[in-house]
């Protein structure tokens, strides 16, 4: 064989392999971990692994990577989340989950072991605890702390779970900031009308330094600076984002030392002892890092490991105690994600794991931020995924808003579904519309009893933004969401019915006025959290629910739903069903699974709905719509 046949034979099949799609499958299958956490002596690493219905926990010697202990406690219940409490020993908080894009349902089990899996232990109503303070000179005791009709403070045996309150505070739901000698200096919580509230402590006595209701100003402390005189404390005024200070407590005058002009801080990265704060993150498009303490020898270390992946964020998920080894997940948009840990005695990263190995980041495409002003001038931001190997321009377009609405936003980094749609063919818009969480308690506050107006607004706008720019063809536009996401997809069409092709609701809420009496406020917090956010007066609570407008409905709809789904029942899906049928514009495609949840844990029964979209959306704004039109 010649070399020039040899060449012509080696382009065709890369570029057969670069056009050819990913299973979907590939997009779907149970990642190979959910979390990973660090022990204090560095020693071992606990993982997170899910399994269809359940998410087991492993625990490795980080040195060789051996097993050295497993823990699994039965269908639907998932070991989401693991906190050490000494060096060998830590506490499992264990989650009742009916479906994939569940919250919590009801509070999570907590369970003790130590890392070998022996001396295991139920800590007593463990999951109404959250801990406070490790004490890594007692390590047989943590500080946590508990709201049930007021705060309290409790010291906790780490081996039974035995309980002994140390102070209390006036809150309804509340927790507490120490010091680093552990002395209780802030109390920070709401009372029962989601009222926030900080409260400082002088001497035995409370006194009240910030009131403000849900959604608008704020004062929340953080951390004390290494002397303990200074507090951190994330501040607001009048709604913007919160900026991050240090404020004297005894003469109430502060100092700026971070702040985002769009954003919140995600979180905040504290030195090995404890004592200093070095560095505040931001997701403000891409994530960013901003030093308090350069010159702090673990800030060079944090912005060393930044300089040595470049093309990718770098998250510091853990420290040893003695400040040795970091823990480092390196992720971006194509890459799912990987894990390191970083000696750095002799400054050398070890490679532990890989979250989706199989997929490959050549196959994937980009996820660009975007921001654009809406209609009266408010700037939004979101995020544009374009198809690889497409000419970026004139393509079709999925609307893909996120669920919550109220605290969630969309961040840059690897999105399965999201990556699904684009290895289709189609681009992706993401949009943090008003009502979004992460941009400050103003913006959030926007969307407030909105949910069907000024957010779908938004939305539409940021539609007419990207066909503005080129990237969409205006002629092959859809919707598609889940839970508030399947919502909005569906209010989308109503409100706009000549701007959408067609629209996919994936366990939506459809009636406002139902989630009043389908489970959704079955608490005092949740109805007064209803009461805030969702129109006060039944007549706009029809007008914005699409099970009331189904008539205005031009477009072909598909609806899918779990049959066993607790947080949005199926009923608001045979009432959406009912109504479209009702208006003689029955839904195209229905897909219920009597055994699934809030989302679709089973692989096959995803791969049926990614299916079925894929076809639904190829008939109406993909190639088979691009034939037909022609």
């Not at 990987?338 to 890989?354: E, I, V």
């Amino acid at each position: 064989m010649t070399l020039i046949v040899r060449i012509a034979l080696m382009c065709l099949l890369l570029s057969g392999s670069v056009s050819a799609r990913v299973p979907v499958e590939d997009f779907f299958k149970d990642p190979e971990f959910t979390s990973v956490s660090l022990s204090p002596t560095g020693e071992y690493i606990t993982v997170s692994v899910p399994q269809g219905d359940r998410t087991l926990l492993a625990a490795f010697r980080t040195a060789d990577m051996t097993l050295v202990g497993k823990w699994d406690y039965g269908a639907r219940r998932h070991i989401d989340r693991v906190v050490w409490v000494n060096d060998t020993r830590f506490f499992m908080y264990v989650s009742l989950k009916l479906g994939r894009y569940d919250f919590r349902v009801g509070t999570p089990d907590v369970y003790a072991s130590d890392v070998d899996g022996r001396r295991r232990a139920d800590i007593p109503n463990g999951g109404t605890y959250r801990i406070v303070d490790v004490m890594h000179d007692d390590p047989s005791t943590v500080l946590v702390q508990r709201s049930i009709e007021s705060a309290f403070l409790s010291r906790m045996n780490v081996q039974n779970g035995v309980v002994r309150t140390v102070a209390t505070a006036p809150l309804d739901y509340g927790s507490f900031l120490v010091d680093h000698d552990r002395k209780v200096r802030y109390a920070i919580g709401q009372t029962k009308d989601l009222t926030n509230v900080t409260l400082r402590r002088d001497g035995d006595r409370w006194t009240e330094v910030h009131r403000a209701a849900m959604g608008e100003s704020q004062l929340f402390p953080i951390a004390f600076d290494r002397d303990n005189k200074r507090v951190y404390v994330a501040a607001s005024e009048a709604g913007e984002p919160a900026a991050l200070y240090l404020l004297d407590p005894e003469t109430n005058q502060r100092e700026r030392v971070s702040e985002n002009a769009n954003v919140v801080a995600s979180r905040m990265l504290s030195s090995s002892d404890e004592r200093d704060q070095l560095a505040v993150i931001y997701e403000d498009g891409l994530p960013s890092i901003d030093f308090l303490n350069a010159d702090h020898p673990e800030s060079r270390t944090y912005a060393g490991l930044v300089n040595a992946f470049p093309d990718h964020a770098v998250s510091f998920e853990g420290i040893s105690k003695d400040g040795r080894y970091v823990l480092v997940r390196t992720y971006s948009d194509v890459d799912p994600g990987s894990y390191y840990l970083f000696d750095r005695s002799n400054g050398q990263a070890k490679f532990l794991l890989a979250s989706r190995d199989w997929i490959k980041p050549g196959q994937m495409s980009e996820m660009r931020p975007i921001s654009f002003p809406t209609r009266d001038g408010t700037m939004v931001h979101g995020y544009i995924t374009i198809p690889r190997n497409s000419s970026g321009r004139n393509l079709p377009l999925i609307m893909h808003p996120h669920g919550g609405p109220h605290g969630p936003r969309d961040y840059w980094g690897f999105n399965p579904e999201v990556q699904f749609l684009a290895d289709r063919g189609y681009a992706v818009l993401q949009v943090n519309f008003r009502g979004s969480g992460g941009y400050g308690n103003a913006f959030e506050r926007a969307g407030y009893k909105r949910w069907g107006t000024l957010m779908i607004d938004d939305m539409a706008d940021a539609v007419d933004w990207v066909v503005s720019q080129g990237i969409a063809d205006k002629d092959r536009v859809c919707s598609y969401g889940a839970s508030y996401g399947g919502y909005a997809a569906v209010q989308s069409v109503i409100r706009y019915p000549d701007k959408y092709r067609c629209t996919i609701g994936f366990v939506g809420v459809y009636s406002l006025g139902l989630m009043y009496s389908d489970g959704s406020s079955n608490t005092p917090a949740s109805r007064a959290f209803l009461d805030r956010v969702v129109p006060s007066a039944e007549s706009e609570r029809q007008a914005q629910s699409p099970i009331n407008n189904a008539a205005r409905i031009r477009v072909p709809v598909m609806l899918v739903h779990g049959g066993k789904d607790e947080i949005v029942p199926i009923v608001h899906y045979n009432r959406m069903k009912r109504a479209l049928e009702d208006v003689g514009n029955p839904p195209e495609v229905t897909l219920v699974k009597p055994n699934e949840g809030h989302g679709f844990y089973d692989l096959s029964n995803q791969v049926e709905f990614y299916d079925a979209m894929e076809a639904f959306l190829d008939k109406h704004i993909g190639s088979k719509a691009a034939t037909a039109g022609n």
